[in-house]
């Protein structure tokens, strides 16, 4: 969810041009949520682990970069010139179809991959 939110700011942030204040506070929020989210990460000692299950980290970054990645690719468009070719958001478009391809390229060759163990 929050992967999504950063890429649907990164997808309009020219039809936020016009509104410094708002695209300034936006970008403060998401740090700050980015922050509250790494620290969520993190192995914590001072979480209590009788009431928050141990979550798998890697599934949790995972997870965070296709979001990112496919937020880029459907994530709906505000400005009515991103239906031209060469527009900030067909760039967007392009960029987030080649990161989750390339994403998917290395999980898939991960997967298959056998490790010879002694």
């Known amino acids: 969810m929050v992967a999504s939110l950063i890429s649907l700011l990164i997808v309009n942030w020219k039809a936020l041009a016009p509104m410094e204040s708002a695209r300034f506070m936006l970008v ?3 740090i700050f949520v980015f922050i509250f989210m790494l620290l969520y ?3 914590g000692q001072s979480m209590n682990t009788s009431q928050f299950k141990v979550v798998d980290i890697a599934s949790n970054c995972g997870g965070f970069i296709i979001g990112f990645c496919f937020g880029l690719v ?3 468009r505000v400005r009515r010139a991103a239906v031209y070719v060469g527009s900030y958001e067909k760039l967007c478009m392009k960029i ?3 990161l989750t391809f390339v994403y998917f390229a290395i999980l898939m060759s991960l997967f298959y ?3 010879a163990y002694p």
Request: aromatic content about 6%; overall charge neutral; proline content about 13%.
């Open 41 to 43: 990460t993190l192995p």
């Open 96 to 98: 987030g179809v080649a």
């Open 113 to 115: 991959t056998t490790v």
């Open 74 to 76: 459907i994530m709906p």
């Open 28 to 30: 403060i929020f998401l």
